[in-house]
């Protein structure tokens, strides 16, 4: 367990992430998935003792925020910390765009708390910046509104780089950011990390087994036969040529991971924890199945790390 940032917040170092079970119908769907499933993957989420799931009005089009609800009515034990976000605004189509004005984050704060029948979100957070003059400075005032009025507890941001951190940090404190962070994806290390720990700003960091890409369940068939609505069956990292390059990496991680009897993906989510300034990271599952194959990120042993850096490049 460890305090979050400025805040009250003491979460285990695992957080549950919702963004796949949000299902189809939108830009970013991971595709259909079993409602019933994603309960019973909620569920054994908290079993393992993790204490906080993180969701955000666009899965799914606040499908997620729904399937979380429906989790919470039907959990028994202690109540986790419910995070999300606001600040993107899609249409019929499934199209999303960015807007982070006063009046959107205030109708997105509504409805999440309608959705995830809660009285207070425990961490609000706006899901990414956006270039329109002065929009990011309204949204951090209407984030300090909102913490004022009972609505969320503390305010996050995701997405954001250190210098649009240092904007806001000017208005009020920043109690999160939360950013992607793998293996392959160490863009965050050079400038924002150290803002991060030069400011108090705690790190909960996405997408460690790179959308499922090191899980060590992706194969060349399955990233092949990916349906056409979910979004990874369009992204470069999932075809050739950087999907054999990150197959092979993936390969070096079940062999360090092999001796301690862990996974690919409990390496890889081990691996982003190593990093001094990264509080938390969040584990995305599907099924109670997968939850229990990463819940061991937490105790993997020291591992050959230099060597699989250089192989990730």
Same mark, same amino acid.
């Given at each position: %367990?460890?305090? +979050? ?7 285990? /170092? ?10 189809p119908? $939108?830009?970013?769907? $991971? ?12 569920h ?6 993790i ?9 799914? &089009?606040?499908?997620? =925020?729904?399937?979380?609800r429906?989790?919470?009515?039907? $959990?028994?034990?202690p ?17 999303? /765009? ?7 984050i205030?109708? =997105?704060?509504?409805?999440? +708390? ?8 425990? &961490?609000?957070?706006?899901? $990414?910046?956006?270039?329109?003059? *002065?929009?990011?400075?309204e949204?951090? =005032?209407? %984030?300090?509104a909102?913490?004022?009025? !009972? ?20 208005i ?14 160490r ?9 991060c ?14 959308? !499922?890409? &090191?899980? !060590?369940? %992706?194969?060349? =068939? ?11 069956s369009r ?17 070096? %991680? ?8 862990k996974?690919? !993906? ?7 924890l190593?990093?001094p300034?990264?509080t938390?990271?969040?584990?995305? *599952?599907?099924?109670?199945?997968q939850?229990? *194959?990463?819940? *061991?990120? &937490?105790?993997v ?13």
């Amino acid at each position: %367990m460890t305090l +979050l940032g400025d805040s009250d917040l003491d979460i285990t /170092r695992l957080g549950f992430g919702t963004w796949a079970i949000g299902g189809p119908g $939108w830009v970013s769907g $991971w595709g259909t998935q079993n409602d019933d499933e994603s309960v019973r993957a909620i569920h054994r989420a908290l079993e393992h003792g993790i204490n906080w799931i993180d969701t955000a009005a666009v899965y799914g &089009l606040g499908h997620a =925020e729904d399937v979380v609800r429906r989790a919470l009515d039907e $959990w028994s034990g202690p109540r986790p910390y419910v995070f999300t976000k606001c600040g993107l605004e899609w249409d019929a189509d499934g199209d999303v /765009r960015r807007v982070i004005s006063a009046d959107r984050i205030r109708a =997105e704060c509504e409805d999440s +708390l309608r959705r995830l029948n809660v009285d207070v979100i425990d &961490l609000y957070q706006i899901h $990414w910046p956006t270039k329109v003059p *002065g929009e990011i400075e309204e949204a951090w =005032e209407t %984030m300090q509104a909102l913490r004022e009025e !009972g609505k969320i507890r503390w305010a996050g941001v995701s997405n954001f780089d250190e210098e649009q951190l240092a904007r806001v940090n000017a208005i009020a404190p920043v109690t999160s950011l939360q950013p992607p962070y793998s293996l392959r994806r160490r863009g965050i290390e050079e400038r924002v990390l150290p803002y991060c720990v030069e400011h108090g700003i705690g790190v909960i960091v996405y997408a460690p087994m790179f959308s !499922g890409l &090191l899980s !060590g369940a %992706m194969t060349r =068939e399955r990233a092949a036969s990916l349906p056409d609505d979910d979004w990874r069956s369009r992204h470069r990292e999932f075809q050739p040529p950087l999907l054999d390059r990150n197959l092979k990496l993936v390969e070096r %991680m079940r062999e360090a991971g092999a001796p301690h009897g862990k996974s690919p !993906g409990e390496i890889a989510i081990a691996w982003t924890l190593r990093n001094p300034a990264v509080t938390a990271a969040i584990v995305g *599952g599907r099924s109670a199945e997968q939850v229990d *194959g990463v819940a *061991g990120a &937490l105790n993997v042993p020291e591992v050959d790390w230099a060597a699989l850096e250089e192989y990730a490049g």
